[in-house]
């Protein structure tokens, strides 16, 4: 079993910036992969950047590439997602999760309780 316990969600004005952490619990060996993803209202779960615990180059969603950047603290078991230069479109409700990889919800299995970011204009 993993656990994922998300935090740094809240309400920031456009052009500003905000860090989410992940604290992951358990076997997370057996997971190799966190990813972060997020859930609009009214719209599906989508990949937002994921990286493997033991290094590689992380990866990106296109419409957050160059704005977000996922990065991890092996020594705390914790992913963060830095996210600046906010727009109101990236309002949703962000999720971390723990899986093989990819960009595929299908990939994730465990799951974090997700926290909500409101980006005002």
């Known amino acids: 079993q993993v656990q994922l316990v998300e935090s740094g969600g809240g309400l920031v004005q456009a052009g500003g910036s905000l860090r989410l952490s992940c604290a992951a619990s358990?076997?997370?060996?057996?997971?190799?992969?966190m990813g972060w993803f997020r859930q609009r209202p009214g719209k599906e779960r989508d990949f937002v950047a994921a990286m493997v615990w033991n290094g590689g180059r992380p990866y990106y969603a296109d419409s957050v590439q160059g704005r977000f950047t996922i990065s991890r603290d092996n020594a705390k078991n914790t992913v963060y997602l830095q996210m600046n230069s906010l727009k109101p479109e990236d309002t949703a409700v962000y999720y971390c999760a723990a899986g093989i990889g990819g960009r595929s919800r299908g990939a994730y299995d465990y799951w974090g309780q997700g926290t909500q970011v409101t980006v005002s204009s």
């Open positions: 358990g076997r997370t060996f057996n997971r190799p992969v």
